[in-house]
């Protein structure tokens, strides 16, 4: 008895000399996930916008999406933001069509800003995806790990159901819509070209892809070794295109100011202006980026 109490003895008194340990300081908290936030005219939705007698713009002020009504059903090439899908639809049936009429969807290039609407669309009206096959990766993976971006721009996966080459030809309707491939804002970026009339005369369109490189890294590239060939080549290829009438994924690189309606395409750019001016910032992006690493 005698044992047992001084070891309870000697225990308490361990106990009691043991230093006290600091509570550890608390971890800094989580940040909140960050969206993508984008100017203001790329979430104002227009009335539909006539640019041929065929095709219309039924996007926003700041985003281009192209409608082409065909003899069997429509057409649509780039569909916006995300939050894109109701007002496409809106404008569809503006223009006396249901949600089933949308027979095709074509891509320019698998960035947010322009396919961010497919999976919702593709899901609402039974629509099939034409995308590259570069563009058709991406689209599937909702735009993460994008080679510029990581996954600072994801938007809803969705999977394209035909993948084109440079020069095919997918044809609906009686319209033939040619796909030219210019990589460089992406590696899958595409432009096409169709052909339509304004008041009954013919008129050859062309929706070139973008040709800007927004804070690329365009030397040395490691996951993109030929950029820069690629841009040089794509320059090329937009200044050959049968180009009566040019747009582009956004409006305002090529000239056009959708909200003015009628004159909407006052100052619209030629195929080669477009080419060369784009190239001429290229260039300057690029003269900027070998100054910095010498």
């Not at 959708?258 to 001016?277: F, N, P, V």
Request: hydrophobic share 40%; proline share 7%; net charge neutral.
């Amino acid at each position: 008895m005698r044992s047992q109490t001084l070891t309870c003895a000697l225990a308490a008194c361990l106990l009691h000399s043991t230093p006290a340990v600091a509570a550890p300081p608390a971890l800094p908290q989580l940040p909140q996930l960050q969206a993508y936030t984008v100017e203001a005219s790329w979430l104002q939705p227009i009335q539909p916008l006539r640019i041929a007698d065929r095709t219309w713009q039924i996007g926003t002020e700041g985003l281009t999406a192209l409608l082409v009504e065909t003899q069997d059903g429509l057409v649509l090439l780039d569909g916006g933001m995300p939050q894109m899908a109701d007002p496409l639809l809106a404008n569809l049936r503006r223009r006396g069509f249901a949600p089933h009429d949308l027979r095709l969807i074509l891509s320019s290039h698998a960035h947010a800003d322009h396919a961010g609407s497919f999976a919702a669309l593709k899901r609402r009206t039974g629509a099939r995806i034409v995308a590259s096959a570069e563009s058709a990766v991406q689209l599937a993976r909702g735009g993460s790990d994008d080679l510029h971006f990581g996954d600072d721009i994801t938007f809803p996966p969705v999977v394209a159901d035909r993948v084109v080459m440079d020069g095919e030809v997918v044809s609906q309707g009686g319209v033939e819509f040619t796909a030219h491939f210019m990589p460089g804002h992406t590696p899958g970026s595409i432009g096409w070209t169709w052909n339509d009339t304004r008041d009954g005369k013919p008129v050859r369109l062309a929706y070139a892809d973008s040709l800007s490189a927004p804070g690329y890294q365009l030397l040395a590239n490691p996951r993109y070794p030929n950029i820069v060939a690629d841009y040089r080549r794509s320059f090329a290829t937009v200044r050959a295109l049968p180009c009566d009438v040019l747009l582009t994924p956004h409006p305002d690189s090529s000239g056009w100011n959708y909200a003015a309606g009628d004159a909407a395409g006052a100052k619209a750019m030629s195929c080669k202006a477009y080419a060369d001016a784009a190239e001429r910032a290229f260039n300057t992006q690029l003269a900027e980026e070998r100054r910095k690493v010498r």
